[in-house]
């Protein structure tokens, strides 16, 4: 059972690595009802946890968490304990603390860009992450941390990635930050084409043409020739022609 338990999380951890950018160290997010469950079950989630996701991890929780255990009382004073052991990442609701799984839902929100587990026994906020894509969900059941199986909305977030008709947010991110480097982020200006000035009339064009003047042709010899030729005919004397 321990066998066929780990290799279901192996291949679901697979699937987040390579279809959402999950690396090591993993960042997993507690709220206090799954620190209650892992006190009441004897286990231990900081020597356990690494094992099981086959990576080094870093146990997480909020502000709004722990206040939100505080406001309880004694009978989750184990589970508060816990949860100060681990890394408190700052929320947006410093001033104003809202309950813990809103709280959780709120670090998630934009695609998960900071790669976050979410550990809890709250049911409801279980079926409001299945609703996100690229958000691993960590349960414990039967005393043992299970890794819930990729939700429809991943699937179908990866299928759609795998087939070039969406890009993941972090992806986007880098792209944009790429480019911004590159300076690719802006369109060239189209450049402006420079107008002609209108220039004044071409001085050689307003000269006045020069007349040709017309040569009186000679008579060519061969004329001459005709002519001494036809007066011979009519009995003209060569001396009066040249005459």
Do not use: W
């Amino acid at each position: 059972m321990k066998i066929t338990r780990q290799k279901h999380a192996k291949k679901h951890m697979g699937f987040y690595k390579y279809n959402f950018g999950f690396r090591e160290p993993f960042q997993v997010l507690l709220d206090g009802t799954f620190c209650q469950a892992a006190l009441r079950n004897k286990i231990q989630i900081r020597e356990q946890l690494p094992g099981y996701l086959a990576g080094p991890t870093q146990l997480c929780t909020t502000r709004c968490v722990l206040k939100e255990l505080e406001s309880l009382g004694k009978e989750l004073y184990g589970a508060k304990l816990i949860a100060q052991r681990c890394q408190v990442r700052h929320c947006s609701h410093f001033k104003e603390p809202v309950s813990g799984s809103a709280c959780l839902l709120s670090m998630v929100e934009g695609g998960n860009p900071h790669h976050y587990f979410i550990a809890t026994q709250d049911q409801v906020l279980g079926t409001k992450v299945k609703k996100r894509a690229g958000i691993p969900l960590l349960f414990i059941i039967q005393n043992t941390m299970v890794l819930d199986k990729p939700s429809a909305k991943s699937l179908a977030a990866a299928q759609a990635t795998q087939t070039h008709q969406l890009i993941p947010e972090h992806q986007k991110l880098s792209i944009v930050q790429l480019k911004e480097q590159q300076g690719l982020g802006k369109a060239p200006e189209p450049q402006k084409r420079k107008q002609k000035r209108a220039s004044g009339p071409n001085p050689l064009s307003c000269l006045k043409k020069k007349k040709k003047t017309q040569e009186t042709p000679q008579p060519s010899a061969a004329k001459k020739r005709n002519r001494k030729r036809s007066k011979r005919k009519l009995g003209i004397p060569a001396d009066a022609v040249q005459s």
